[in-house]
């Protein structure tokens, strides 16, 4: 209950008891009605306080005109302070400062001036509420140099020069007219925003925020204080501020201009992750560099930033550069998110000791993990970390009630049908489909396991049950079908997976194609073999480093040494570097075929490649 609403209660009190009221009695009750805005309440209140024989009061007839502006009917307002003087009265200071605050309200620019003016022309004085209303009027529908009057009077009355900068800022900004606030600021001023620390920075923020980046450079350059510090915080605040308003080529506008260009930590930071979303790499490269070479110690976030600079850059090598610094300096405690982006990196790079120390490092860190955590470490540890430790970490993740998201349940199905645990790979595909997350390559993951362990009686019915599911079969099925079909001997099966491949469309990849050239070299039917390398050809594919070394191992079969030999020479001149299993292949088909002193010579040469 307001104060307004218990003086009510006061005044049916008193009206209970039938108490004699007197002058300010009346004005009390006249109050309370109109700060309500119930103005015929009040305007009866006022006709029984005249026929109680009060005569008639400035402050009564004030209290209605302040009651109608809030309430916005100015046309009432303005009938009675036009009746005043036929009642005896004249307009007081009051008066004119209600007629302010009402037209205001109402957005009555013309009505207000002319209020403002009589008031200031009878040595009234305004208060702060209606230099408020002047200066946001003037802001909408006003020139500058009404609003510079206006700031002039309220410096007159001593209002404090940030207060009355903070107020012209508030008034442009909602007006959606902050560009006209440099013509304002003139003289005076002008030069008291140039003095003071506070209210230079408040301006150069508003100008920031709405794009007048030429105009805070401008202020900034102009201003006469000297701290340095202050100075580069200010700098820092403001890129930050482009940088979250999304305004990135206005940031680099601010930090080309700036006068102290010597390594700040936190600004050369900013910088480095903005030329990085600008794509401008070798720019945040080079301040990486100049930082690197100062006598500054780079923290966590500042390795963090350069390190999603490389990642993002494609630099890899460097990315990992940049941890190796980062080790190196032993009081550097990654958080979760540099720990995540260091694993995505050495998952990336290959390097699986690196995985498996980190994930160590990372159990030892006190870490708190997260979902996110959970599946970004199954994801990137999955080829560093022995089975039961990845099981474990996945019933770990399952037990406290986190989600792992379908990457993380592919990853699972990969390692346990890799490492023939199909117990808990099925439990681990029914616990993704009781969640909606199996997709095509859940699927293809766990007909791929039982594919590679030879159980193609289980690999047909995961096929049946994926185009139950309403999956088609892909390409990748396809390719495990061949190969099952092939190692076990199954060759009339073989083709009627390659009629099936044609039928529905399906073209063929590298992997299809190698297939089928080892498993016919493996039968040694060299035209078969030679059927699919032209097939190979005209599909505008060509043969992979796979291709050739499988081709030489199936003419070392078919007794084609020369032919085989012959090949390596062209893997050579089509760009394909031959590796160590080339040379082992084409040895064996040395050997194979009795060439013996050929096969040495290939040796010797495989040992001088380092292979």
């Known amino acids: ?24 009695n009346w004005l009390v009750l006249l109050n309370a009605y109109s700060q309500q805005g119930k103005l015929q ?63 205001g ?56 020069y940030s207060s009355v900068l903070g107020t012209l ?32 920075s408040i301006l150069v923020m508003a100008y920031v925020k709405h794009c007048l980046v030429d105009d805070a450079i401008k202020v900034l350059q102009e201003k006469h204080w000297k701290d340095i510090i202050f100075e580069d915080n200010l700098y820092h605040l403001v890129i930050c501020s482009c940088k979250e308003l999304g305004h990135l080529e206005n940031a680099v506008k601010i930090y080309n201009q ?39 110690s780079l923290d966590m976030i500042a390795f963090s930033i350069v390190v999603r600079m490389y990642v993002k850059s494609g630099s890899l090598k460097d990315a990992c550069s940049v941890l190796e610094t980062m080790d190196e300096q032993n009081n550097i405690v990654p958080d979760i998110y540099l720990f995540r982006d260091m694993l995505r990196i050495y998952q990336q790079c290959g390097m699986l000791d690196k995985l498996r120390d980190l994930y160590y490092r990372i159990l030892k860190s006190g870490v708190t993990w997260d979902a996110e955590m959970y599946n970004c470490v199954i994801n990137c540890c999955s080829r560093a970390l022995p089975v039961d430790e990845l099981s474990r970490l996945f019933d770990e993740m399952l037990s406290r009630g986190f989600s792992p998201n379908t990457i ?37 993951t766990i007909i791929a396991a039982y594919g590679q362990s030879k159980d193609i009686k289980k690999m047909l019915s995961t096929v049946r049950e994926m185009q139950f599911n309403g999956f088609s079969v892909s390409l990748e099925v396809y390719n495990c079908l ?100 080339t040379y082992t292949n084409l040895i064996n088909a040395l050997r194979k075929n009795d060439e013996f002193l050929e096969a040495v010579k290939w040796s010797l040469w495989m040992k001088q490649m380092g292979l």
């Not at 529905?504 to 390398?533: F, K």
């Open 105 to 160: 309200r109402a957005e009555n620019y013309k009505e207000a001036e002319w209020y403002y003016h009589e008031l200031k022309g009878l040595g009234f004085k305004p208060n702060s509420s209606n230099l408020y209303t002047m200066i946001h009027l003037q802001a909408k529908y006003a020139d500058e140099e009404d609003a510079a009057r206006t700031l002039d009077d309220m410096k007159k009355m001593g209002c404090q």
């Open 408 to 444: 993380t349940f592919n990853v699972m199905l990969d390692v346990y049908g890799k490492s023939r645990l199909f117990t808990k790979a099925r439990k681990v595909l029914w616990l993704a489909r009781k969640r909606g997350l199996v997709d095509a390559i859940s699927c293809n």
């Open 1 to 24: 209950m307001s104060l307004y609403d218990k003086a009510e209660e006061v005044i049916d009190f008193i009206q209970e008891d039938k108490v004699t009221l007197n002058s300010e």
């Open 482 to 581: 061949l190969d099952s079909y092939g190692k076990v001997g199954q060759l009339e099966s073989f083709r009627n997976v390659l009629r099936r491949m044609k039928e529905s469309s399906c073209a063929s990849d590298h992997y299809t194609y190698n297939i089928m050239i080892n498993i016919y070299g493996e039968q040694g039917w060299i035209e078969e073999v030679a059927n699919v390398l032209t097939e190979l050809k005209e599909s505008g594919l060509g043969p992979d480093l796979c291709s050739y070394n499988t081709l030489i191992k199936a003419y070392g079969i078919a007794g084609m040494v020369e032919d085989a030999v012959v090949l390596v020479k062209e893997m050579r001149e089509n760009g394909i570097q031959p590796d160590r299993i």
């Open 258 to 296: 700036m006068p102290n260009k010597k390594p700040n930590l936190h600004i050369m930071c900013t910088m480095i992750d903005i030329y990085s979303t600008l794509g401008r790499f070798s720019e945040a490269e080079n301040l990486y560099l100049e930082l690197k070479s100062s006598e500054i």
């Open 169 to 200: 800022l508030q008034a442009y900004e909602r007006a959606g007219r902050i560009d006209r606030v440099p013509l304002i600021l003139k003289g005076s001023f002008y030069e008291h925003v140039l003095v003071n620390q506070t209210s230079c």
């Open 41 to 103: 309440e009040a305007e009866r209140v006022l006709l029984s306080m005249q026929n109680s024989g009060f005569s008639p009061n400035i402050v009564a007839y004030n209290m209605l005109i302040t009651g109608y502006g809030k309430s916005s009917n100015m046309d009432a307002a303005q009938s009675i302070f036009r009746n005043l003087q036929s009642v005896g009265l004249e307009p007081d200071e009051s008066t004119y400062r209600s007629m302010i605050e009402g037209w």
